[in-house]
């Protein structure tokens, strides 16, 4: 492939971005807004990307690496298309989280060291404490909080998210 080709199909994949770079005026001193910004357009935050937010605010790769993994809520890693974020904090623990991430592991067929469905679809997190106790066990799915959620409830809720994503495609 030629390089302008190379450098025009860059341009392309690094377009939002450069968007994201303009609205912050590439001030190094944004550089977490930046890749908020960033992961929020792309879902993660690939070496290509980092690299390209470096050499626009004028910062050593490595610093901005250093960032980007120093914050929890950075990810390095591809992300599914829907982002589950199940709580393993105390309360929710204790009414049954474990049961809950199992079911959601097995619906998904995602395996050990794994928490990406292979199809793409779906990403489980567990995180700690969401701040919704009182609903324990908790989930949130992309956006939307599930409160007291039973392993039986799993494949009615995946369920309702893919057939909110075929109605959207129509
Ligand atoms: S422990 Fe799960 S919401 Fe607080």
Redesign the pocket.
């Known amino acids: 492939m030629d390089k302008a080709k190379v450098a025009a199909e860059m341009a392309e994949r690094m377009k939002d971005a450069e968007e994201v770079l303009k609205e912050n005026n590439y001030d190094k001193t944004r550089l977490v807004p930046i890749l908020q910004g960033v992961q929020a357009k792309y879902r993660w935050l690939s070496q290509d990307l980092l690299s390209y937010v470096a050499r626009a605010v004028g910062l050593p790769p490595a610093r901005v690496y250093g960032v980007a993994t120093f914050y929890a809520h950075f990810t390095l890693k591809p992300k599914g298309r829907h982002v589950i974020k199940l709580?393993?904090?105390?309360?929710?623990?204790v009414k049954g989280?474990t049961k809950l991430l199992d079911a959601l592991r097995g619906k998904l067929g995602i395996r050990d060291g794994e928490d990406t469905s292979r199809d793409g679809l779906f990403t489980v997190d567990t995180v700690?404490?969401?701040?919704?106790?009182?609903?324990?066990?908790?989930m949130v799915v992309d956006t939307d909080v599930h409160g007291q959620v039973k392993p039986d409830q799993v494949d009615a809720i995946l369920n309702a998210v893919l057939e909110k994503d075929k109605n959207e495609t129509k």
């Open positions: 709580c393993d904090g105390t309360a929710c623990h989280s700690s404490c969401l701040g919704a106790c009182g609903l324990a066990p908790v």
